[in-house]
């Protein structure tokens, strides 16, 4: 049996191999969740949820560049390697974009940017605010190179750290339903009887309310938050599970090979779990897949409404939000740039789910 196993589990593999959209899709989420991971590695802006604002430069177009002063704080951070690493650094000094600086005497002259052709503020700073005086160090060339947004923080660095989100919440949501519909659908397709009309009445009233009203009322009981989010669309996205898993177990458990487990003696847990669960897992590759993008377009929804992750965390989401306005005042991709990147996580679970029910399939 262990043999037979390996084998089928090769055999499915190398189905999933010579499925090269499929491949190159598991190489793109790949990639995505090690950014998600990662974000504060790759942003340019490695400060926390990318929230350094620069009202003067907002919603500057992509590849804008400008001279950035940093006047140090002199507040010196406790933070360890792995917190700036996961949650980004306190930063406590002060940016400023400028147009042009000067040294006179002990004192910098700087001039603050302003656009549009106007002139901006003249300004001075001493040269002792400065550690050693070596003022160069603190002035360099900024580059954005997806531009800024409308509170002028760099909207690559919100883009990648945004992706924490929408990435995650697919997986948290999808567990969550495959949780709840995996145990509420095989009780009632195994067992049937009242256990089966009790669960279809629960899956009937939950399937009779509008999933973003039912996100709006748990997310509302359990508090605005990260996790709550999370664990609020995880709750309304079971009754797919748990339809799909009844219908195909009423199935499965009328053939012979579930006959001849009940006359060996195997108790109800390990029929389900052993024999039927595991030839009924191509249709939950899919709907898992479909759900993963639910999820993402209901936490959008939850963004849009205020509820969903609360500012100044970054979110694709909460981001489309934001700009969505910006379409018609011609500069289209503050919102078209994270709606690309959740069409492109979407699109990469929804062709691995294909390629994952194809090399289950076994009658192919």
């Known amino acids: 049996m262990g043999n037979q196993n390996n084998s089928l589990t090769r055999l499915a593999l ?34 926390k949820n990318a929230n350094q604002m620069h009202l003067s430069i907002h919603s500057k177009s992509p590849g804008f560049e400008v001279q950035m002063l940093t006047i140090p704080s002199g507040i010196e951070s406790e933070q360890n390697f792995f917190s700036k690493l996961f949650f980004g650094s306190l930063n406590t000094d002060t940016e400023v974009p400028i147009q042009s600086y000067e040294l006179k005497g002990e004192v910098l002259s700087y001039v603050e940017y ?52 929408s990435f995650f919440i697919g997986f948290v949501a999808v567990f969550i339903s ?42 509302l009981a359990l508090g605005k938050g990260f996790w709550q989010v999370f664990i609020a669309v995880g709750l309304t996205m079971w009754v797919e599970v748990a339809r799909v898993v009844r219908g195909q177990i009423i199935s499965a458990k009328e053939m012979q ?32 897949a479909a759900n993963f993008a639910a999820a993402i377009l209901i936490e959008s929804g939850l963004s849009f409404l205020g509820i969903g992750a609360q500012p100044p965390m970054a979110s694709w989401g909460a981001m ?14 503050l919102a078209l740039i994270p709606g690309l990147c959740i069409m492109l996580l979407v699109m990469a679970f929804m062709l691995v789910g294909n390629a994952l029910r194809d090399a289950l399939d076994v009658k192919t």
Not at 259 to 288: C, E, M, Q, W
């Open 14 to 47: 190398q189905k999933f191999k010579k499925n090269f959209w499929g491949v190159f899709s598991l190489g793109v989420i790949g990639c995505i969740g090690l950014i998600s991971i990662f974000a504060y590695l790759f942003a340019p802006d490695a400060s």
């Open 114 to 165: 302003a656009s549009d052709g106007l002139q901006g503020l003249e300004k001075q700073i001493e040269l002792s605010k400065f550690p050693n005086k070596d003022y160069k160090e603190y002035i360099d060339n900024r580059s954005f190179i997806f531009g800024t947004d409308k509170y002028g923080r760099d909207y690559l660095s919100r883009i990648l750290i945004g992706s924490r989100i």
């Open 178 to 219: 495959l949780l709840v519909g995996l145990l509420m659908g095989s009780l009632a397709g195994y067992y049937g009887g009242k256990a089966d009309a009790f669960i279809m009445w629960i899956i009937n009233i939950t399937w009779s309310i509008p999933t973003l009203l039912l996100v709006i009322a748990i997310t």
């Open 257 to 288: 090979y579930i006959t001849a487990a009940k006359a060996l003696g195997y108790n109800d847990y390990r029929i389900i779990t052993k024999h039927i669960l595991p030839n009924i897992f191509g249709p939950l590759i899919v709907i898992s």
């Open 320 to 333: 489309i939000k934001d700009h969505y306005n910006y379409i018609i005042l011609g500069k289209p991709y």
